[in-house]
């Protein structure tokens, strides 16, 4: 046993991170200096990037609990479903939806770096990006979710999905049960972002107090 | 949507194994994955190779790129949970060859 009281090393905490700041601002006046991108350029995908949060995921997914026609589009086409919702996902990825059902529950991860379908989603969360979910999700998904607070049934399949190439990865979490009164924008409440990711479930006002 | 790939090798359902080659540079197939039995889940489509294109290269010519399973207790000596968990990686035809025993190719 390590310090940390299990058997893998934590990451350090950031104390340098003003001074990663500061180099990358460095860079930047050097790539505008040289004329590879413009400061309108960098303020531009900033804000495109801002715009964009998990909530855009909540819709997609509350739409199709409640239009089935709009799933089936959503898991064979998942950048022309986000296009109907006027959600522009267009770009050089490609976006796959995978659903949680009762014979799976999905996980996304990225082991390689912190691939995340970002022109959906916006950023990944800091522990996404993270070496211990990074290195850990892959190997040990169970005891990982159970850190979350999503204990899984020790006989459920879990499917790990290691993004690293050209895809980016989203979860279809299933409907609650007791959600059958309820209309789409109270249903898109239900989803969380780590729901998207497969870290977490969408849980009705009742369930979640249980917790 | 992801279009098919024209002149794929591998077609879904066929058992491969993951090239166990050291490569210098921008390499997208994960370590843990290397030498590793799995199979064709789907057919993602062609794109730019990325070991050429983080070279500053056009990454031509594309390469097909296929959803690979893998049964998690192939990965991990020892792996805890159900046997019927797996993992899915994306990886690029050049990583792949047929699963057979004793067969190695060479490096991608």
């Known amino acids: 046993m390590s310090e940390n009281g299990h058997d893998h090393k934590h ?128 190997v040990e998904p169970r005891e990982v979710l159970r850190e979350f607070g999503l204990e899984l049934p020790e006989d459920k399949p879990i499917a790990v999905h290691d993004s690293s190439a050209d895809l980016r990865y989203l979860v279809l979490p299933q409907r609650p049960e007791g959600t059958e009164g309820m209309v789409e924008d109270e249903l898109a409440a239900l989803v969380t972002r780590d729901s998207l990711i497969g870290t977490d479930v969408p849980r009705t006002a009742r369930e979640t107090s249980r917790v | 949507m992801i279009s098919p790939a024209a002149g794929a090798r591998f077609a879904p359902g066929d058992d491969v194994q993951v090239r166990d080659v050291e490569k210098e540079g921008h390499v997208r197939t994960p370590d843990y994955t290397k030498g590793k039995p799995g199979w064709i889940a789907e057919i993602l489509g062609t794109f730019p190779n990325p070991e050429s294109l983080a070279n500053g290269g056009a990454g031509l010519p594309e390469k097909p790129l296929y959803k690979v399973g893998f049964r998690q207790t192939d990965l991990w000596g020892g792996y805890e949970g159900s046997p019927e968990d797996i993992l899915f990686v994306d990886i690029y035809e050049h990583w792949l060859q047929p699963r057979e025993h004793g067969e190695e190719e060479k490096q991608p």
């Open chain 1, 11 to 138: 990451e350090e905490p950031r104390h340098d991170r003003s001074r990663w700041a500061a180099r990358i601002r460095a860079v930047e006046e050097l790539l505008v200096e040289k004329g590879v991108f413009t400061k309108e350029e960098v303020k531009a995908q900033v804000e495109y990037m801002e715009a964009r949060t998990y909530e855009n995921g909540a819709r997609l997914v509350a739409r199709a609990w409640v239009d089935p026609a709009f799933k089936k589009r959503l898991l064979s086409d998942t950048r022309a479903a986000a296009a109907e919702l006027g959600i522009d996902a267009s770009g050089p990825t490609e976006f796959v939806t995978v659903e949680n059902t009762d014979e799976v529950h999905n996980v996304i991860v990225c082991t390689l770096c912190s691939c995340y379908p970002r022109a959906i989603l916006g950023r990944p969360p800091d522990w996404y990006k993270s070496f211990a979910y990074r290195s850990r999700v892959v």
